[in-house]
């Protein structure tokens, strides 16, 4: 059983900051990529930032120069640093676990539960 616990979301003004995590638990021996997805209201779930094991990045034109996604490949864990916070940064923020690899040599992708962000205007 594998389990991603996002926290760090809330409430913020306009300019504000806010640091999302998320832990990856369970029988997990390394996960190729972490990143961000956000849905807001009536709209598609799009990709925020992703990581790979090795540090690449990979930005949404929307947050780049705002956003910064690290990971620790130790803990499992990818963190979202968003600076600069606009009404429209406004979704619930999902983390994913893209290709987890367990003990039986077969990697699965995985979802967290969501974390609401609220960016006030």
């Known amino acids: 059983q594998v389990q991603l616990v996002e926290s760090g979301g809330g409430l913020v003004q306009a300019g504000g900051s806010l640091r999302l995590s998320c832990a990856a638990s369970?029988?997990?021996?390394?996960?190729?990529?972490m990143g961000w997805y956000r849905q807001a209201p009536g709209k598609r779930r799009e990709l925020v930032a992703a990581?790979?094991?090795?540090?690449?990045?990979n930005y949404a034109d929307s947050v780049k120069g705002r956003f910064t996604i690290s990971r620790d490949n130790g803990k499992n864990t990818v963190y979202l640093q968003m600076n600069s916070l606009k009404a429209e940064d406004t979704a619930v923020y999902y983390c994913?676990?893209?290709?987890?690899?367990?003990?039986?040599?077969?990697?699965?992708?995985?979802w967290g539960q969501g974390t609401q962000v609220t960016v006030s205007s």
């Open positions: 994913k676990a893209e290709r987890a690899w367990g003990p039986f040599g077969v990697s699965y992708d995985y």
């Open positions: 369970g029988s997990i021996f390394s996960i190729d990529a």
């Open positions: 990581i790979t094991s090795g540090g690449n990045t």
